[in-house]
């Protein structure tokens, strides 16, 4: 059966090189999956007590369900201060409650991180990680993707035209392909 990704970029910002890189991925969609970007953004920052007194923005709800329906997830992300952004942070804490209803669960991942710097957003990428152990993703190891100086691989009118990420992204999707294989039939 053909099988839907929510892709999810710790960006905001309209000229974002993480949306860039996303945008790609949808664009190379591999056979038989449909990839979606879910939007983050709108979700309040987490309270306890909106679920413990049934107070949550309607938002919560829908974005819950969203990811729900989700075969597989990927994270695209660039580093704030050497960890993940709060905005990606905060989705993966809404989507995780209330208690016992995580629907993050034993959902296959993966992780590409971004930098316009040279460490390509490595501290992002295993705090990240880290999250994804608890909220039980299981997470690809490999091929581990940390895009370094991501601001020379797009041009102007934010095409991938940098032949080396370009395969290097390639590469990528075929063995998360695989991956997610081995836990979606
Ligand atoms: C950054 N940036 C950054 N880069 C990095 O390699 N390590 C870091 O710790 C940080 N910290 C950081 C904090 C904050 C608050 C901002 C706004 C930026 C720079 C970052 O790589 C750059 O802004 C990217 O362009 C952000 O990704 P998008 O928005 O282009 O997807």
């Known amino acids: 059966a053909n099988k839907t990704v929510g892709i999810f970029v710790g960006s905001l910002r ?32 987490y309270n306890q007590d909106f679920d413990d007194e049934g107070t949550a923005p309607e938002n919560y709800a829908t974005f819950r369900e969203e990811v729900k329906a989700l ?5 695209v992300t660039p580093e704030y201060n050497r960890s993940v952004p709060a905005v990606l942070k905060n989705a993966i804490d809404v ?42 993703v299981p997470t690809m190891a490999q091929p581990e993707m940390y895009c370094g100086n991501i601001a020379d691989s797009f041009d102007k009118e934010g095409k991938l035209t940098n032949k080396e990420t370009e395969k290097f992204f390639k590469g990528f999707l075929e063995a998360y392909v695989k991956w997610v294989e081995t836990f979606v039939k």
């Open 71 to 75: 075969d597989a997830v990927l994270f």
């Open 95 to 136: 989507a995780s409650r209330p208690y016992g209803k995580s629907v993050w669960d034993k959902k296959p991942g993966a992780v590409i991180s971004s930098s316009i710097g040279g460490i390509g957003g490595f501290g992002a990428n295993h705090h990240l990680r880290k999250s994804l152990v608890f909220v039980n």
């Open 14 to 45: 309209k000229d974002s090189f993480n949306k860039k890189i996303a945008n790609y991925l949808v664009s190379i969609t591999p056979e038989g999956y449909t990839f979606k970007i879910i939007e983050i953004g709108q979700l309040a920052f």
